[in-house]
Structures are given as C-alpha cells and as structure tokens.
C-alpha cells in the first residue's frame, strides 16, 4: 500500500514539475472543445476557468460561484454541450448547465474525496451520456445521473488509491483501462471489478523497491481497440492485447515524461504527445517521431488536443506562454489572445 506521504510526492511529480516554467502567461491545465461548434472552447489556468465564443479571440472568466480551489480537469456533455463539468483539486466535482455561467456543487457519494484529492479526469458513456467516471487520487468514482450521486469503483485496486487517468474501450464500453499509481488495470465490467495487468509495465526494479510507477495518460485505439497506450512519468508503453503484455516504445523522445497524448481519431496509427520538450507526432503507431514546434515560444506543454470537428486543428497549452493552435496536424503553431490579466 502506498503511503500518504508517497502518494503526495507522486501527485506533486505529475501536476507541478512541468510547472516549473515561468513567463508572461499562467499555465494553461486544461482545454475543452464544444463537440460541434469550434469557436466555443474552455480552458482551465492556475487560477480560473475561461470561456471564448469566438474561437479565441476574447475571454471570459467562468469561476463565479465556485470555490477558489484550482480546476485540474473538464468535461463537456456530447450530447448536451451545454452542459459542463469540472474536477477540482480540493472540491470535488461541479458541474453547470448553462455553459459555464453558473455552477453547482457534486458532491455526493464523493466522501472520500477530501481537500488533499484532486478529480483528475472525467470519461463518458458513449451509450448514455449521464454515465460518467471520474479517476481521482481516491480512486474510481461512477455515476449514472449526470453525476449527481456517487459510487466509488475500486473493487480489486487493493495496492493503489490513486486513479490518474481513464481510457474507456470506443467499441466496447464495458472495458475500462485505469492508470495509477501502481500502473495499469483493466475492468470487462464497467469498472465493477479491476485486474492488474502490468507484464512487461513494471520492471523486476520497480516491483522490487515499490516504487511509484506513475501512469499519466491512457488512451485505447479507436482503429484497433485491442491496442493501448500508456504514458508514463517515465515514457510510454503499448500494448497490442489488450494489456496483456507492454512493450516500451517512443524512447528516442527527448523527454519521457509525457504530460499528454491524444491518438488521432481520423487516421489509424497517428498519435500526438506532449512534454516539457514540445509536442511530437508519430504516423506509425509509436515506432518513429517527428517534433511539431514551430511557432511554439516554450516547449514545456502541459495540456493537448484534437478539435472534435477538424482532426486538423490542435490546441496545446503551455507553461509560460499561455494558449496555440495549429491548423495544420501541428506543423506550425499560432498563438491565442492571452488568457489571465485582462480577460
């Protein structure tokens, strides 16, 4: 079992050492995308959340009525856009249903997420879209009614409590990937039951010493859901079973601590990571690298993704120089009106 304090350090390594940049511009924590009108977006900084209708242009600060505690994660309903959710570091879940404009508190069945957790991802239903997980530094959380009640998923993590990140299998959703502080598990239930599953994960080192493994991104192949990725605070692994067994892949990037990963969901085998050296992009499924920095002022990138409506067009959030987009798969990069001061 891990203990508290090892749990903090390991939280501390994964929300603030690609913090460690500074500039002009908060850091950008999170960005999230309206599925079907790409001039509405949302991002999180240090301090607020943020809300442009005009794809950039102008801000406005959304974090009326919530408490100061800092936003680490968001997620906007598929089928209700309007509807959105935030994880916090200290508070829970809110959530709004009128675009951002006025929020109200989840909390039930969250007992266990006390001042010291934070939410740190939201994954959906694609069957039903007020069925939702959260991962959270108390483990797997699920709701069946737009998150209004709670239920902690944790059946079989008996040597982890905290839950970074969530991959839901697109074909089935009855599969779920989790990745932990102790590495990778996997459900066929729903999350009604975990296995283990970190042949080839943890090195004889690792299981030796106990050492935290820390899992930061999991994502499942839409193209072939038989194989998944994980990033790790030390580089990224793949599977083509299922998880059954892992392969380390990607070790000529120059840095293996992967703050964000996003496969593209239009062309089989291309994925895009980001780190404290920038963002790279790889076409044939992880074995070669190509970096996408032009226009980009810093290279330390904390958050990254692919418009829902033009696989095109990414936006990455950076550690000092607040908020790009690329048009183009990433080749070069254009910079947003800044975020924060003024806004």
């Not at 007020?130 to 709701?143: C, H, I, W």
């Not at 932990?180 to 299981?207: C, F, H, M």
């Amino acid at each position: 079992m891990f203990t508290c304090r090892r749990l903090c350090l390991f939280l501390l390594a994964f929300f603030f050492v690609v913090s460690s940049g500074c500039g002009r511009s908060d850091a950008i924590v999170v960005i999230a995308l309206h599925p079907k009108n790409p001039d509405i977006l949302y991002v999180a900084t240090n301090d607020y959340i943020y809300k442009s209708r005009d794809g950039g242009q102008t801000w406005e600060n959304l974090s009326h009525h919530m408490s100061h505690s800092r936003v680490i994660s968001m997620a906007i309903d598929p089928v209700y856009p309007a509807t959105v959710y935030a994880g916090t570091k200290g508070d829970a879940v809110y959530k709004s249903y009128d675009g951002g404009q006025r929020w109200v508190s989840l909390r039930a069945g969250l007992d266990d997420v006390t001042i010291s957790s934070v939410v740190n991802q939201f994954v959906f239903d694609p069957a039903d879209n007020n069925r939702l997980f959260v991962a959270t530094t108390m483990g797997v959380f699920e709701s069946k009614n737009g998150g209004e009640q709670w239920q902690k998923r944790m059946d079989g993590m008996k040597e982890v409590l905290m839950v970074v990140t969530l991959a839901m299998d697109p074909v089935r959703p009855d599969i779920l990937y989790a990745g932990t502080s102790g590495g990778v598990y996997k459900s066929t239930n729903q999350g009604a039951r975990w296995d283990k599953i970190n042949n080839g994960l943890v090195s004889p080192k690792e299981l030796a010493s106990s050492r935290a493994l820390g899992v930061t991104v999991m994502a499942v192949d839409p193209f072939s859901p038989e194989t998944v990725y994980a990033a790790t605070l030390s580089g990224i692994y793949k599977s083509g079973n299922g998880g059954q067994s892992w392969d380390r892949i990607a070790q000529s990037l120059p840095d293996q601590m992967i703050s964000a990963m996003v496969l593209d969901r239009t062309t089989a085998g291309t994925l895009y990571v980001a780190s404290r050296e920038g963002v790279y992009k790889s076409t044939d499924g992880g074995a070669t690298w190509k970096a996408l920095n032009k226009g980009l002022a810093t290279l330390n990138i904390r958050s990254l993704v692919q418009s829902p409506t033009d696989s095109q067009m990414l936006y990455v959030g950076t550690n000092g120089s607040g908020l790009y987009r690329s048009r183009d798969g990433g080749e070069t990069w254009e910079a947003i009106a800044p975020i924060g001061s003024g806004t």
